[in-house]
């Protein structure tokens, strides 16, 4: 008590060492931490990163996002030296000399193929926007994953495609043009895989030679007869607006039971009830695919108006699959959207991009050669990536 009660020059002096033992302490204590971050922070970048922030705010980056892609960049970059100089050199180049970001295309699609997917190659600019739609129903993805699985431990899968024209490239090339080759295509530049004695092989696939699910409940045998199936993708959207009739061996289920959409829900459930019991070995990873819709015909503009809302299958399909946790893929959600949402004289009228007489080789439902079913395998290549994040 002695000590303050000496008088005020006393506690002044004491007060003046207290505070100049604090600023030393402090002064060595941040020398020492801005050194070890020089050698790298062992304890996971946390104290880097809490630094990074404030040098962010204090260099006016304008959003998160921004800040993130560029320390990412700086990280994965700059192998060695400070996390904090790095972000900073980074965000700073990057602002005097911004680099233009990979488009959606260009990170989906394996460098050796992307010139058949350059913007010149494609019947319109296709968008994250709309691919981000091409995911109507996530359904039950656990199958699906199964088969994600097996490409990325190098297995050589088999798909089998059930469809109609549209699988098969009628008027747009034929098989070797069609969407089940280019995606099988990208599939292999993806995923290489190998052969059972280590060599490397191939992904590969078939179409069923019916076309819509009614024929393919009826001749069954072109499922069952494939010794080993990893993938089935079904794509009745089109061929199924064709069926008309039931077994006669149901039994009569009044008005309804004559209704075209009764009709093709029939069938395309029957077909999905059986895939899901199929064994080849393994449970089959099932998807469906809505690749095109009727769009004819063009001449008659009533007609045209009932087809392409009475007889587009889509609803439906969407529907069913649901029910039974079918994953669905899907090229018309948004592509019907975006060719009648300027009117009818426009969704027929070929100077626009994503009119419905651009994207079809003819008066029905055929994507176009140049293209079109490139269009297709970059939404199916798409989800299976989105998928897998």
Known sequence: MAIFKAGSAGNGLLTLVMCATCVMVGYIVGSTKSNMSEVGNLSGHAESKVEAHHLHKYHGVENDTEFKAGAYY???????????????????????????????????IPPNLLPSYAPDKLLFPVT?????????????????????????????????FMGGSVSAGHNGGGPTNAYPKHFTDWLNEKYPCNLADGTQGKHEYMKTHAGESKANFAFWSGVTSVEKIDMIVLEFNVGDAFQSTLPHALEDKGEAGNTKEYIQCWYFEAVLRRLLLLRKPDPVAIITFNADYMGSPWSNRERARKILFKQDVEPQTLFVSSMYGIPVFSAVIWMLPMAGKRGFDLQFNRTVPYSTSNWHSDSCCHPRKQGGHHVLSLVMAYCMVEEEK
């Not at 980074?90 to 989906?108: C, G, L, M, N, W």
């Open 74 to 108: 700086s990280h994965r970059y700059h192998r060695g030296g400070n996390d904090t100089d790095a972000v900073v050199l980074s965000t700073t180049e990057d602002r005097k000399h911004p680099k233009a970001s990979p488009s959606v295309v260009e990170e989906i």
């Open 128 to 160: 994250r926007s709309m691919l981000r739609q091409s995911r109507p129903v996530v359904g039950d993805t656990e199958r699906l994953h199964a088969y994600l699985k097996k490409l990325r431990s190098r297995t050589c899968t088999f798909i089998l």
